[in-house]
């Protein structure tokens, strides 16, 4: 049988890097309180890891955990996790700043969003937002992050030097993720049950703009060139891509049963859909709008979930299997399987 | 090596003419020596299965032997077997020397049974078996799993202080309609063969072996069907069912998930079995077929063609597609009170007890005492803790195929550790 939805066992790949314990000399006394406050915060369910301060922040990948509410740290260059840390409940969307500092995780369980301090480990904020959070993005600048609020049909925009929501956007139905665009001027929402995406105009916070989207638009994410937006349509096994100018061209793009996220190459190139049912991501030519590749990264039951894309790496969070995929852009291959915690949900990069 | 072949020649019935040829026949099918036929009366304990199966493809019988011995009974991570017989029983043993007598000889019927052997007559005597399986070894992946029910704790045999700590007598969930005399029992036999002659032929045995010490409460026979067109069986509903389920052949996940463990909060001679839930559960079936299938669809949380996750647009999709609804908070694709959601929410906060190990089977008893069509689940499932039964079937109390179901009868029991070797018997160290 396959590995079965819901049945985990408990992650214990974790380690810490040679550089890491060379740091640990520098602030051992905050090294032992963050880590026992740690071990007093993590769930029973998880095994016991230690939030220890790490030594620089740059090259990291950071996943969240649904299911043991936790972020797992992947060192960029060596693919190690480098500790696990506890956030709120059941953490899915994430995202974190290019400099790497802080990264911010939507607590779908608490309505919330923790703020983390990546060089400490620790929550350093915790700000009230709608119900059921999933997606989260920051805007270029970093100064504003957009929360797709799941439950409460809206985005909370939150200013992250004062760690307060500043405004909350009516949108579509059950909103799931969110993208920004490179200029920052618009944020782009998927409205799982509305049929369409809202744009939202980010002078205004208000949204300008339903562009129909499939039947059931769970991931978005903006072409760089700001002429487009690729949306996951759950329940229509298709990628669509919907035309924001004049003359942009839309297309539908089919990429296998349940695609649950999209996101683009940093030069535009491709997009990436992650195609959860059979376990395969699609390489979508955004010129031609077709399928140029497929990358198996397992069998049903792994459940490919969310994606992150840099220039050296495309990033999969296995929902089933409890692992981060690595895929080398270049030649497509499967180039890491890193066991994570339970329901891998969110990833994001810092560079 | 000579094969068991049963007691036709024994007393001279061969010699009629035809018997023999279609004995000769089954000899053949089952790929046995030529010289077996000339073996009469020879010891046919000594046969073992080491017999090659003939690859014959009208044989009936073609199966496995399911070895009896091992730290855990057989049945519960086998692979389900076609045909089931759920038993329950009460215990006429009169103090605990007979009720050690009487697990004693379910384990000697047991270990004779699922060896596909049969034991010799006696000339001038009334036959030691009935003869339904005919001759030699019969190998149909005959399962029996021997479970006990919170009752035999009580102050009868004084095992009180040994009682599973979580097993009692099943309290009925909001709407359930439990009848009494198909609910509860001392004993439960689950028995489950290839073919029904198997699972009536293991009855009839234990039933006359324990006559006395133990005495039929209630029986449901059952059977699963077969993959139409593949994958999963579909249940009286039409609905694949059983899709997400452990790996049984995943020794770590079967330890977290089914088997209880040594050095836990249960009695030590606990370690090695598992908690039983059985629920007889009557379907609705006219008003069901009033539901428009896009609806049931929605009632499940699952296609009904393909048995793939309501994101699935092909009925050719795969029934091992997983539902995932954790980007769906408010149920829009994969409703909040869909069968599916609520056993498993997928939340961190009912992670604990959203897995269970199903096997369950499907009855066929019409009428029902209103004359009407009575169909519907033997549900049966496995795990190391009732209460995460409890909990996932609590949840279900708002499911949204309440109104065409009723839960009618079963159980809760404790399976049995395994049987070790010749010398050992179930229950040995619950009863010593």
Redesign the interface.
């Known amino acids: 049988?396959?590995?079965?939805?819901?049945?985990?066992?408990p992650n214990d790949g974790r380690r810490h890097g040679k550089a890491l314990r060379r740091a640990l000399a520098v602030g051992a006394g905050l090294l032992i309180a963050a880590g026992l406050l740690a071990a007093w915060l993590i769930?029973v369910?998880s095994p016991s890891s230690s939030a220890a301060p790490l030594a620089g922040t740059g090259g990291r990948v950071y996943v969240t955990n649904?299911?043991?509410?936790t972020v797992s740290v992947i060192d960029a260059a060596t693919n190690k996790v480098l500790t696990t840390v506890p956030v709120g409940?059941?953490p899915?969307g994430i995202a974190v700043t290019p400099d790497g500092r802080r990264a911010y995780v939507a607590d779908?369980?608490s309505a919330a969003v923790s703020v983390l301090d990546t060089r400490t480990g620790r929550i350093v904020a915790t700000v009230a937002v709608g119900?059921?959070p999933?997606g989260v993005r920051l805007s270029p600048d970093g100064t504003r992050l957009y929360v797709a609020n799941?439950?409460s049909n809206s985005v909370s925009v939150v200013d992250t030097r004062a760690n307060r929501v500043t405004a909350t956007v009516p949108v579509g139905?059950?909103p799931?993720?969110v993208a920004v665009s490179g200029d920052g001027a618009a944020v782009y929402v998927a409205n799982?049950?509305s049929r369409n995406v809202s744009v939202i105009d980010t002078r205004t916070h208000r949204v300008t703009r339903s562009l129909p989207a499939g039947r059931?638009p769970?991931g978005v994410a903006v072409a760089p060139d700001g002429g487009s937006v690729y949306v996951a349509d759950?329940?229509?096994?298709s990628v669509s891509v919907v035309g924001l100018g004049s003359r942009s061209s839309a297309a539908t793009v089919p990429v296998g049963?349940?695609p649950?996220a999209v996101a683009l190459a940093p030069d535009g190139s491709r997009a990436y859909a992650a195609a959860?049912?059979?376990g395969k991501v699609s390489v979508i030519d955004t010129r031609s709008h077709r399928v140029s590749a497929t990358v198996t990264v397992g069998p049903?039951?792994t459940?490919p979930?969310n994606l992150a894309v840099t220039s050296r790496a495309v990033y999969v969070t296995e929902?089933?299997a409890g692992t981060l995929t690595v895929i080398d852009p270049r030649s497509l291959k499967v180039t890491a399987t890193i066991t994570v915690g339970?329901?891998p949900?969110g990833v994001a990069v810092s560079s | 090596m000579s094969e068991g072949k049963g007691s036709a020649l024994a007393d001279g019935w061969g010699g009629g003419g035809c018997p023999v040829g279609l004995f000769a026949r089954r000899s053949v099918l089952q790929g046995t020596a030529a010289g077996l036929v000339g073996a009469a009366g020879g010891n046919l304990i000594g046969g073992d299965s080491a017999v090659a199966q003939s690859a014959g493809g009208g044989d009936r019988t073609t199966g496995k032997l399911i070895p009896f011995h091992g730290y855990h009974q057989a049945g519960i991570a086998t692979p389900p077997q076609t045909v089931g017989a759920f038993s329950a029983f009460e215990v006429t043993a009169s103090n605990r020397a007979e009720l050690i007598e009487l697990f004693r000889i379910l384990t000697a019927r047991i270990r004779l049974l699922t060896s596909g052997r049969t034991e010799p007559n006696a000339p001038d005597a009334p036959p030691a078996d009935n003869g339904i399986l005919g001759p030699g070894v019969v190998r149909d992946d005959l399962t029996i799993t021997v479970a006990v029910g919170a009752t035999l704790f009580d102050e009868r045999y004084g095992l009180h202080a040994r009682k599973p700590v979580q097993l009692k007598t099943m309290t009925p969930f909001l709407h359930d309609d439990l009848d009494p005399t198909i609910s509860q029992g001392d004993l439960l036999l689950q028995v489950c063969a290839g073919h029904r002659d198997t699972t009536v032929h293991a009855m009839l045995d234990i039933l006359s072996h324990t006559k006395g010490l133990m005495k039929l409460r209630w029986r449901f026979h059952c059977q699963r069907n077969p993959p139409r067109p593949t994958g999963i069986p579909r249940d009286w509903f039409g609905f694949k069912d059983g899709i997400?389920?452990?790996?049984?052949?995943n020794t770590?996940?079967m330890d977290?998930?089914v088997w209880v463990q040594p050095n836990t909060a249960e009695p030590a001679w606990a370690a090695g079995g598992t908690y039983q839930a059985v629920r007889i559960v009557h379907f609705f079936l006219e008003a069901w077929q009033k539901v428009p299938v896009a609806q049931q669809e929605r009632i499940f949380g699952r296609r009904k063609i393909s048995g793939?996750?309501?994101?699935?647009?092909?009925d050719d999709?795969?029934d091992?597609?997983?539902?995932?609804y954790?980007?769906?908070?408010?149920g829009?694709?994969t409703p909040l009170n869909c069968h599916v959601r609520l056993a498993?929410p997928?939340?961190?906060?009912t992670?604990?007890t959203?897995?269970i190990l199903r096997r369950s089977y499907d009855y066929e008893r019409s009428p029902d005492m209103d004359g009407r069509p009575d169909l519907g689940h033997v549900f049966c499932c496995f795990q190391r803790e009732l209460n995460t039964y409890i909990a996932m079937q609590t949840r279900l109390e708002a499911e949204a195929l309440v109104p065409y179901i009723t839960p009618r009868g079963g159980g809760y029991f404790f399976a049995l550790p395994g049987v070790r070797d010749h010398r050992d018997h179930l229950a040995r160290t619950l009863l010593t």
């Not at chain 1, 049988?1 to 066992?9: A, E, L, Q, S, Y």
């Not at chain 1, 649904?66 to 509410?69: A, G, K, P, Y």
């Not at chain 2, 091992?320 to 995932?324: A, E, L, V």
Request: cysteine-free; glycine content about 10%; aromatic content about 6%.
């Open positions: 049988m396959r590995f079965p939805r819901g049945i985990r066992t769930p369910s649904q299911l043991d509410n409940t059941a899915e779908n369980g119900t059921k999933t799941g439950g139905v059950s799931v993720s799982l049950g059931s769970a759950e329940t229509a096994a049963e349940g649950f959860l049912g059979p049903p039951g459940d979930f929902q089933g339970t329901s949900y | 997400t389920n452990p790996d049984t052949t770590a996940q977290k998930l793939a996750p309501l994101y699935a647009v092909s999709a795969p091992t597609f997983d539902p995932i954790t980007n769906d908070p408010q829009l694709i498993n997928q939340t961190p906060q992670a604990s959203s897995s």
